[in-house]
């Protein structure tokens, strides 16, 4: 299987940062690398796919980069609405697998 | 959109069952998905199933899931088998979209607890 490992596993940050969260495959994934965001009680949200495809109608302070092992989500200017869970997931080949998630919290 | 529906409550070595149902689309096309999240843990890919049949299972739960699509219905479903308190989880039904295979609608998710 393909381990997925994210960090921070939990960030404290104020409204207006900027925030990055990485991604690493414990193998090549070439560009299957997918984030999600999610909120307490709530099912996942598709935010971004392919590593750097913003899903639509997601707003475009959320970006996605890196390929092969090394991924990064970014949030440009964190908004209150963005207080979360995130995480990535690889879908280069089963099992489909997930990282452990980032909390991102109000500091 | 998409709907989970089954028991909540499942006891110790019985069998797990669920359904999803997709409405306001087809669901030809496309490959559907189970994932299930343990309280207050992450994300476990469970399987997919493609529109006409074929399917993938994660080995870690395989012998003991099976999943399964009607389409006449627009609906999928997925079973498991020999539960115990570990499958405790909020089990979520998802489409898989694109040539990257990723989850881009979800259902609510429904909580499936395993006890006596």
């Known amino acids: 299987d393909i381990q997925m490992t994210q960090s921070p596993s939990s960030l404290s940050a104020s409204v207006g940062d900027r925030v990055t969260i990485t991604c690493r495959a414990s193998q090549s994934i070439s560009n299957y690398l997918n984030w999600y965001q999610q909120k307490p009680g709530k099912a996942p949200k598709l935010l971004i796919y392919?590593?750097?495809s913003l899903q639509s109608g997601v707003p475009s302070r959320f970006s996605g980069s890196g390929s092969r092992t090394d991924f990064s989500l970014t949030i440009s200017s964190l908004q209150p609405e963005d207080f979360a869970t995130y995480y990535c997931q690889q879908s280069y080949s089963t099992p489909w697998t997930f990282g452990q998630g980032t909390k991102v919290e109000i500091k | 959109q998409l709907q989970e529906s089954g028991p909540g409550l499942v006891k110790p070595s019985e069998t797990l069952s669920l359904t999803c149902t997709v409405s306001g689309g087809s669901i030809t096309g496309y490959y559907w998905s189970w994932i299930r999240q343990a309280p207050g843990k992450g994300l476990e890919w469970i399987a997919y199933?493609?529109?006409?049949?074929?399917?993938n299972y994660n080995p870690s739960l395989e012998s003991r899931v099976t999943i399964s699509v009607d389409t006449s219905k627009n609906q999928f479903s997925l079973k498991l088998t020999s539960v115990t308190a570990a499958d405790t989880a909020v089990y979520y039904c998802a489409r898989v979209g694109g040539n990257f295979f990723h989850f881009d609608y979800w259902g609510q998710g429904t909580l499936v607890t395993v006890s006596s």
């Open positions: 392919a590593a750097s």
């Open positions: 199933i493609y529109y006409s049949g074929s399917t």
